[in-house]
């Protein structure tokens, strides 16, 4: 039994470049969650999925992140013209339905924007 | 006002010492959530409760939903448990709602 995978492990990008982060869940889980968290920060929610469709977009933080998923599977987080403040961990979740399920976490991608 | 506060924010406990992390909160909730990150390593969910106490070895975790209040406790701490303990509160559509976390060190 797979946990939530994440590709990459790690990224180094040039500032103004697009980013994608992929996000593998949990065979059967129907909610997919991002979140992102800062070098000294807390964790922070970005956005969530109810099967493909993601009801709550709040916690993205600027029109150049942007996410989705196909299949009801996997997610992709993509970061357009890259700034140095989107250096973090991106980490995805997943859980069986949304809100009352334990929700299982990915190693994230800890990404560097230089 | 943060929605979720822990306290303390760092701890520092000889090896075998009982601790205790505290959690408060100011949103309404589905259930709130322990979690364990170690250091370079990913999270581990320990607990996910919405009343009374869970125990699982040596952590029990305890909630009043009435005081907005969760603990977590650690008993016979062992330099293994040092780590973040975070705690997270679930939102109305699911998405957890993080504390700053607490960092734990246990000294053999």
């Known amino acids: 039994g797979a946990g939530v995978s994440q590709s990459p492990s790690n990224k180094v990008t040039e500032k103004g470049k697009d980013v994608e982060l992929r996000c593998d869940p949990i065979?059967?889980?129907?909610?997919l969650y991002w979140y992102r968290q800062s070098l000294g920060q807390g964790l922070e929610f970005l956005i969530y999925?109810?099967?493909?469709?993601?009801?709550?977009k709040s916690g993205l933080p600027s029109d150049r992140f942007s996410a989705e998923r196909t299949g009801g599977s996997v997610s992709t987080l993509t970061i357009q013209r890259t700034q140095q403040e989107d250096s973090a961990v991106y980490l995805c979740?997943?859980?069986?339905?949304?809100?009352?399920?334990?929700?299982?976490f990915g190693p994230g991608t800890r990404l560097t924007v230089t | 006002k943060n929605e979720v506060e822990q306290s303390p924010q760092n701890l520092t406990a000889q090896e075998g010492e009982f601790i205790t992390i505290n959690c408060s909160y100011s949103?309404?909730?589905?259930?709130l959530h322990w979690l364990q990150q170690h250091p370079g390593g990913g999270i581990v969910s320990l607990f996910m409760?919405?009343?009374g106490k869970k125990k699982h070895g040596r952590l029990i975790a305890t909630i009043n939903i009435q005081e907005k209040h969760s603990s977590l406790h650690i008993t016979a701490s062992h330099p293994r448990d040092s780590a973040v303990y975070i705690c997270?509160?679930?939102?109305?559509?699911?998405?957890?709602?993080f504390g700053k976390g607490t960092k734990l060190s246990v000294k053999p």
């Open positions: 979740a997943s859980s069986l339905v949304q809100s009352v399920y334990e929700q299982y």
């Open positions: 065979s059967g889980h129907t909610a």
């Open positions: 999925f109810q099967g493909n469709s993601a009801p709550d």
């Open positions: 949103v309404g909730i589905s259930a």
């Open positions: 409760l919405s009343s």
């Open positions: 997270a509160v679930g939102g109305s559509q699911g998405n957890l709602i």
